[in-house]
């Protein structure tokens, strides 16, 4: 298992290309199951999960071609013929946004076999806002031996509306809807930048959808769709840790290849604590050497502060004078960077879905262990400004969302190394 060695202290300074969002490249991957000819997607982020729906793809009998390089990180995905519409339980148990192949398949298929993604490590999770709307749109679902079995002779377009914000549900939903006869009406969808990248690919592949990026979206239901060519949006999670980077090393970076119009609600907050930020139509320059004051910040659905980006903002804040209190509303067990954290000399007490951090505290490095994706981020961050040398282990976690993350903060001056189980289990010292 690799780990990091990050040596902290540097400020961090030049500029880092963002890359594409990976929560708008997984669902893009899926719609290609909707239609029999190919469908091309630029800026795929290199990062695990693509790989991950890549083979998921590949096992039912897509074609796909995945190129990384100069000029490409692009996928062309062909689905003739689709053998077997199964997502099973080794890959789903993985990624969980798995799931985002259900709706596809029932709408071109007819059947699908999808394994239930169970718990995971920030929460419960669970897909039942999928399953009631696939079963509003006129499919059949039975769910036995931890997999979802869906069928339906044809889909038939319905008004839903959805208990509670989900992006992958609504996802789910708007690629399957694009199949139905009739209009669909999804009520209280997820207003992520990421479902409107979706529903521009699919109005591309001859979808009539309107509405994607507000609360109601209406899809007027087609017999086919064709094939495409899409670029994915930047990736305003890995745009937003960057920021947070660039701010707390007291750096002065420029974060290239982003839309500062998806960061809104981040970059509001940051001004509050004190960060100094500058836009331009695609980029932002964070300029980092001032005191930060602490702020009370809660997660919400977007546009509201993303909760993909709360554990950077944890880290900012033990480096905030004063007392924030960080509230987390859309998982209920997303604060495992927490403990972490005051390992290398943090002070956060957890209460229930708030987290009161006091500082500022110094950082000293210490071994610690990356427990999901954004905690991960959180535990970089940290190290980046901590006294010494940390060893953060299991940054398998921090490959499945961040492309290259060593080598993007080794080009702006952080003093970061990838060591893997080959080495001896002492971390050899960063040059
Ligand atoms: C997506 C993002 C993830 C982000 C999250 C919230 C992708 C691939 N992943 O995850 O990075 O952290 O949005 O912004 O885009 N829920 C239910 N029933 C359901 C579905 C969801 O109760 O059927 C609950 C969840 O447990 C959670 C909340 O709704 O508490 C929001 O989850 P959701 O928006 O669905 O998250 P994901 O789409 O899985």
Redesign the pocket.
Known sequence: MDKFVIRGGEPLLGTVRVSGAK?AA?PCMAAALLTDQPVILENIPQVRDIQTTRNLLAAMGAEVELGYGRAQHRTTIHCATLAAPEASYELVKTM??STLVLGPLVARCGHARVSLPGGCAI????????IKGLERLGTKITQEHGYVEASTDRLKGAEIVFD??????TEDLLMAATLADGETILQNC?REP?VADLADLLNKMGAKITGAGTPTIRVKGVSKLRGAKHRIIPDRIEAGTYIIAGAMTGGDLNIAGCDPSHLNALLSKLHEVGVKTKSSADSVRVMGDNPFTAADMSTEEHPGF???CQAQFMALATQAEGTSIITEN??ENRFMHAQELVRMGANIKIEGRRAVVRGKTPLSAAAVLASDLRASASLVLAALVADGETIIDRVYHIDRGYEHIEEKLKGVGAQIRRIGEMFPKKAAAVK
Request: no cysteine.
């Open positions: 929560n997984l969980r946004a929460g419960a999770r669970p897909i039942d806002l999928h509670k914000i989900t992006v992958t549900g997820a990421e993303p909760t993909d859309i998982f």
